[in-house]
């Protein structure tokens, strides 16, 4: 099931044609990408690609592939960027991604203090100059599939 205003559910909807950057890696039950206008590189999102509005919604297949997910993502992330570690948050709450998503973010030992834990978000939604652009995401995107190549469920 998709919903036309749910942002997640219309690249769902695109997924033969979508850029690295929107389909990093994937399984049967869920999605990475990497996240939009953010200043972090490699901000990633980990998406159900079934339209799902929370956790409790989600089927026991797809709950048991989350956390597995969640720590191939954050290992991958330390490899390539050398993050000090990950954050992992879902909220789900902004208009047009009510679908259950999980920010997996790379947490760089130099973070200014003001953007650790939840103020890392002041970081997402940043003006264009300081956003990643598509092709650094995109690289990004092929950097990380590599990285996580040979484990079956990377899709």
């Known amino acids: ?3 036309l205003d749910c942002y997640t559910c219309s690249q769902e909807a695109e997924f033969d044609d979508l850029p690295p950057r929107e389909c990093v890696v994937h399984d049967q039950h869920w999605r990475v990408a990497h996240a939009v206008n953010t200043a972090v590189h490699g901000w990633l999102v980990l998406l159900p690609r079934r339209h799902v509005a929370a956790v409790h919604d989600l089927t026991d297949a797809e709950a048991s ?3 597995v997910w969640q720590v191939k993502l954050s290992r991958a992330l330390r490899s390539v ?5 990950t954050y992992v948050v879902q909220f789900a709450e902004a208009e047009g991604f009510a679908h259950v998503h999980f920010h997996i ?3 760089m030992a130099d973070l200014r203090p003001e953007h650790r834990g939840p103020g890392i978000f002041e970081l997402l939604r940043r003006p264009e100059q300081e956003r990643v652009t ?5 690289r990004m995107a092929r950097i990380l ?10 899709g």
């Open 105 to 107: 973010v790379p947490r």
């Open 134 to 138: 598509a092709d650094r995401a995109d």
């Open 1 to 3: 099931m998709t919903t």
């Open 81 to 85: 960027t050398g993050c000090h570690k």
């Open 65 to 67: 592939a989350l956390g």
């Open 145 to 154: 599939r590599a990285q996580l190549d040979g484990h079956p469920s990377a």
